[in-house]
C-alpha cells in the first residue's frame, strides 16, 4: 500500500467511526428487545436476552401514528417542491441568461434571504398562520417551507443554467423554436440533474424542518416526523427507546444516500455561483 | 389575426419584459413570506404585544433593554457566542484533516465519505434524539464505555481511569479540568450544565464537520496542478507547503464554510430544544430558545421577538463578510 493511502486511512478512518457512530447505535438499539436493552448488567455492544428482534419495529408502525407522521411528511414535501420548482425553475433561467448586471444583483439578494433563519420569523409567523386559520393543518407548513427552499433553489438553478452553453438555444432560436420552444425543448432536458438536485433538497429541508412545525402544529395527526418524534414519542416517564431509535433511523439512511449521490451539486450550490 | 398574435410574442420575448416576468413569482414569494415576516419582527418587538393578538401598544425600545436585565437572556447570549465559536473551531481542524486525506483517491472512498456525510444528511432533530439515548443517565453508551474494561481477557483497561490520570489534576486550567469520573456515579452528561454545553457543542460539530468537510473538498480539488508542481519546484513540502501555499489559497472558501456554519449553529433552535430545553436550570439556553420560551410558552410575543433579533445584527455581518469574499474572488 502507498504511503500516502495508508495516511488517508489512518486520518479518515478514525472520523468515519466517530461520525457514523451515534447511527450504528441506533441501529443496534432499535434491533434490542426490552429485557436486553433496561439490563444494566448486559454488554450493550452484543446482542443478548430475546435480541435482536423486530419488535421495536412493529410496535413503531402499529401502535403510534408514526405511518401517519411519515406520510405527512411525504404530502408537505411533494408540495412544496412542487411549488419550488415552478418559482425557481424560471426565476433560475432568467438570472442566468436574460438579465445583464442588475440580475447579478437580484440573485445574490435572493441567496442573503437564505441567510435569515426560521428562528427570526417563527414568532410573527406563528400569529399570521393562527390569524389564518392555519394553525394544525398541512397548509401552514407547504405555505411556510418554500420561503426557505425558493432561495437556495433559485441561487443553485443559476449556477446550474449558466453550465448549458447558450448557444444551443441560439440554434434552437435560428431553427425557428420560440424562446419557450427552446426553454423546453433543448435547456430544461440538460438540467435534469440540476431539477433534481432541487428536488432531494427541497425534500431533505421539509424532513428536517423542526422550528415551524413544532410551532404551527400541536395535534399528533397532522404533524410531519421531524417534530413528531421527539414530542409524541418522548412524553411522560415511558420512554420506548428501541421505537425511537428505528423511527431516527428510519428517515436518515435513504436521506443520506441521496445526499450522497448528489454531492457534488450540493457543493456547487453552496460555494458556486459567485466562487467559481 | 396572426400578425398580431406575432407581435404579441415577440413582445412577450423581448428580455426587458421577460426577464422580469420569469423572475418575479420568485421575488414576490420571498418578500412576502421573509420580507414581511422580518418586518414584522421587528414591529413586534417594539411593542407590548402577547400571542392573543398581532398588535399591542408601541413601547419603543423598552422590551431590548427589558429582556437585556434578564439574567437568563445574558446567560442564552453568552452561551450562543461560546457554543458557535467553540463547535466551529473545532469543525475548521477537523475538517482540515479529513478534507486533505479525502481529496486523494483511495479504495473504500465511496464508502468512507458516506459514514461521514450521514450526520449532514439526518434530520437534526432525529439525530438529537439519538443523543439522548447516548447521553442518558442510566443507560448512556458513553458511560458504558468509560466505565468497563474494553479490552476484556486482554489487559485491564478502564478509559475512566486514563482520564481521571490526564485531567482530573490541579494544573489544568477550570476549563479543561475535570472533577475524577466514579463508574458508580457516572458523568450526567445532560444534568450537569457544563457537560450538557459540552454535549451540544459536541453535536453540532459532529453534524457541521461533514458541511465543511465537502466544501473545503471542493476547494482543494479546484486548485490547479500547476500550482502544486510550482511548490515542488520552490521545494515546497508538507507544513511550510500547506502554510504558504494551500492556506493563503484555501482561504476564502474556508471563510465561506466557516460563515455557513456560524450561521447554522448560532441561529439553531433544534438542538438544545430537544436535547436539554434550555436545562439544567437554564444553564444550556440559547438565544433561540429563550426567545421560543418566551415568546410562545411565556406568550411575551414582543420581547420574544427583541430577543431573537439579537442576532439580526450578527447576521447582517456574516452577510456581508460573504458578498466580500465572493467579490474578492471573482476579482482575483
Redesign the interface.
Known amino acids: 500500500m502507498r504511503r ?2 495508508l ?3 489512518l ?3 478514525p ?6 457512530f ?2 450504528y ?2 441501529l443496534m ?1 432499535s434491533l434490542r428487545s426490552d429485557n436486553d ?2 439490563d ?1 448488567q448486559q ?2 455492544f452484543k446482542f443478548n436476552a430475546d435480541s435482536p428482534t423486530i419488535n421495536n419495529y412493529k410496535f413503531l408502525f402499529q401502535e403510534t401514528d408514526y405511518l401517519q407522521w411519515l406520510g405527512n411528511t411525504v404530502i408537505v414535501g411533494v408540495v412544496v417542491v412542487g411549488i419550488t420548482l ?3 425553475l ?2 433560475g ?3 442566468a441568461r ?2 445583464g448586471r442588475w ?1 447579478q444583483s ?1 440573485g ?1 439578494g ?1 441567496f ?2 437564505y ?14 398562520v393562527s ?1 389564518l386559520n392555519l394553525n394544525d393543518r398541512l397548509w401552514s407548513l407547504i ?2 417551507y ?2 426557505f427552499t ?2 437556495f433553489s ?1 441561487w443553485l438553478l443559476m449556477g446550474f443554467f449558466k453550465t448549458i452553453p447558450p448557444e444551443l438555444e441560439d440554434a434552437a432560436l435560428v431553427d425557428g423554436a ?2 419557450l420552444g427552446a426553454l423546453t425543448r433543448v435547456v430544461f432536458p440538460l438540467s435534469i440533474p440540476g431539477i433534481l438536485t432541487v428536488v432531494i433538497f427541497s425534500f ?1 429541508l421539509v ?2 424542518e ?2 415551524y412545525a ?2 404551527f402544529i400541536s395535534n399528533s395527526e397532522t404533524r410531519t ?3 413528531a ?2 414530542t409524541e414519542l ?1 412524553r411522560g416517564d415511558v420512554f420506548y ?1 428501541g421505537a ?2 428505528a ?2 433511523l428510519i ?2 439512511v435513504p ?6 449521490a448528489f ?2 451539486r ?3 450550490g ?2 458556486g455561483g ?2 467559481r | 389575426m396572426a400578425s398580431s398574435g406575432r407581435r404579441w410574442q415577440d413582445t412577450f420575448e423581448e428580455r426587458r419584459f421577460l426577464a422580469p416576468l420569469l423572475i418575479a413569482p420568485a421575488v414576490v414569494f420571498i418578500v412576502l413570506l421573509v420580507g414581511t415576516p422580518l418586518v414584522l419582527a421587528i414591529y413586534l418587538s417594539l411593542t407590548d404585544a402577547t400571542a392573543g393578538s398581532l398588535s399591542g401598544e408601541f413601547v419603543g425600545l423598552r422590551n431590548y433593554l427589558d429582556v437585556w436585565d434578564d439574567e437568563n437572556f445574558r446567560r442564552a447570549l453568552k452561551n450562543t457566542i461560546i457554543f458557535t465559536i467553540v463547535s466551529q473551531a473545532i469543525v475548521l481542524v477537523c475538517a482540515g484533516f479529513l478534507a486533505h486525506a479525502l481529496v486523494r483517491n483511495f479504495r473504500g472512498k465511496w464508502l468512507l465519505r458516506f459514514f461521514i456525510l450521514l450526520p449532514w444528511a439526518a434530520p437534526v432533530a432525529l439525530s438529537t434524539v439519538g443523543f439522548l439515548w447516548i447521553f442518558h443517565s442510566l443507560y448512556s453508551v458513553v458511560n458504558w464505555t468509560l466505565t468497563h474494561d474494553i479490552f476484556p481477557g486482554g489487559p485491564a483497561f478502564y478509559p475512566y481511569r486514563a482520564i481521571n490520570w490526564a485531567f482530573a489534576r490541579d494544573f489544568w486550567p477550570g476549563a479543561i479540568q475535570i472533577s475524577p469520573i466514579e463508574p458508580i456515579d457516572p458523568p450526567q452528561w445532560l444534568g450537569e450544565p457544563h457537560l450538557a454545553m459540552a454535549a451540544i457543542i459536541l453535536i453540532h460539530a459532529w453534524r457541521i464537520i461533514p458541511f465543511a468537510t465537502v466544501i473545503f473538498i471542493a476547494g482543494l480539488a479546484s486548485m490547479p496542478p500547476e500550482i502544486d508542481d510550482a511548490a515542488k519546484v520552490d521545494g515546497a513540502t508538507g507544513l511550510r507547503k500547506f502554510w504558504y501555499v494551500t492556506f493563503p489559497l484555501q482561504l476564502p472558501i474556508a471563510l465561506v464554510a466557516l460563515l455557513f456554519g456560524i450561521v447554522f449553529t448560532a441561529t439553531d433552535i433544534t438542538v438544545v430544544q430537544v436535547l436539554t430545553q434550555g436545562g439544567p436550570f437554564n444553564s444550556t439556553q440559547i438565544l433561540t430558545t429563550w426567545a421560543y420560551a418566551t415568546g410562545i410558552n411565556g406568550a411575551a410575543l414582543g420581547e420574544g421577538a427583541a430577543i431573537s433579533l439579537y442576532l439580526l445584527p450578527p447576521l447582517a455581518i456574516v452577510a456581508i463578510l460573504m458578498l466580500w469574499v465572493a467579490r474578492k474572488v471573482e476579482v482575483t
Do not use: K, Q
Open positions: 500516502e493511502s495516511l488517508s486511512y486520518i479518515v478512518g472520523f468515519a467511526i466517530v461520525l457514523a451515534p447511527f447505535w441506533m438499539t436493552l433496561y444494566i454488554v450493550p415552478v418559482l425557481a424560471p426565476a433561467y432568467a438570472l436574460l438579465s440580475g437580484v445574490v435572493i442573503l434571504t441567510l435569515v433563519p426560521p428562528t427570526l420569523l417563527f414568532l410573527p409567523l406563528s400569529r399570521v390569524d405555505l411556510v418554500p420561503s425558493v432561495p433559485t420560440s424562446r431533505s424532513f428536517n423542526f422550528i413544532l410551532t416526523v421531524s417534530s418524534v421527539p418522548i427507546w425511537l431509535m423511527a431516527t428517515p436518515a436521506l443520506a444516500l441521496l445526499y450522497n454531492l457534488n450540493f457543493i456547487a453552496f460555494t459567485a466562487f
